[in-house]
């Protein structure tokens, strides 16, 4: 019986040889330094796997650009958020840069949501078909994102999803499962009459939908495996630090409680108080690891965080686009939801770059 095997892709190709896609397209284009013996290695691949280069791969060749407009905000109350997000263009960037990706990134201040439609609407006039887009308000953005569809473009929502636009995938954190995993990694820490102290941040059209489904996850977990463990009347709106010092200074006396759960995103400011009040004993559990909580991470002051790697969203936001454009390749799903890692002091180096290790 005569063997035959199917047409491998060049990612299934670069596994079999175990060298990385972006050397063979060099190979294939003729670009970049590649040493003469990884050269044939490639070569003879092709030939054995009968690779045969597609219309795209082609263009490739011919030095065709293929243009994402990624539409983001800057926000003060996750200051980290924009720069990890611009980590994650410049790894698609430095992937596919070779090979016609470009990226046109347009960053607004979150309170500035018609700033967005602005550049949405520059970066459309300039010929771009194909955007990223992660909005302010969700709500002003929503006629825009109709008009795109029906322009043809292809568009990929980031971190915050528009729930009544269905017709756009989403790259981001499911929300009521990110604060069901607090609440289990909470509530195992604490002692049968515990108390939980809950933190707010002020909401607005940005952060609602996400915050009330984490809030929501939280208490329906903790309700239903830790129901002795009391929750206190949650302390809402909170829209800068000195508020979380002022409220959270206050509860320390009058409510005592034995944990607290942050969903202010200021974790920072929450182990400082702690610090100085002498109060590092009560369990502190939040949201997002960034580098100004990773001294309060190593000295055990934050008990946990629940992790979500917006660089490789926002790469995969990137790559998902450019490979729909250069191969045709579908964008399959409608949600690509980030996998959720707990990370505490033990495990924290695995979630560090250099610079931050060395805080």
Known sequence: MKKTH??????DIAKEIHISRTTIYKVLNQKGTVSEQ?????????KRYDYVPNNNARNLALNKNYIIGFIDFESPDAAYFAPMIEQ????????YGDHGLEVYHYTAPIHQPKQQLLDLKKAFQSGIRHFVISAADPA????????????GCT????????PDIPFYPFIGVDAYKSGQLAAEVLGKMQP??????????EESSS??????NNLCGFLDQMNHFFPSVRILPIVRHQKDSCMVDEHLTRILIEEQPTAIYDLTYRLDTISRVLHRENRTDITLVGMDLFPAIVPFLKDRTINAVIFQDLQAQSYLACSL?????CYGKPISQKKYYSKLEIVMSGNLEYFLNSEESAL
Not at 140 to 151: D, F, S, V
Not at 155 to 162: H, P
Not at 321 to 325: G, K, S, V
């Open 6 to 11: 199917s047409r491998l892709t060049l990612e």
């Open 140 to 151: 002003q953005m929503h006629t825009a994102l109709i008009k795109l569809a029906e322009a």
């Open 321 to 325: 686009l450019f490979e729909y454009m």
């Open 88 to 95: 994650g263009i410049r790894q698609a960037i430095q992937e």
């Open 207 to 212: 952060n609602m939908t996400v915050t009330q």
């Open 38 to 46: 990884t050269r044939q290695t490639v070569l003879d691949a092709l």
């Open 192 to 201: 049968v009459n515990g108390s939980v102290q809950i933190l707010v941040a």
């Open 155 to 162: 568009v990929i929502l980031l971190s915050k999803d528009v």
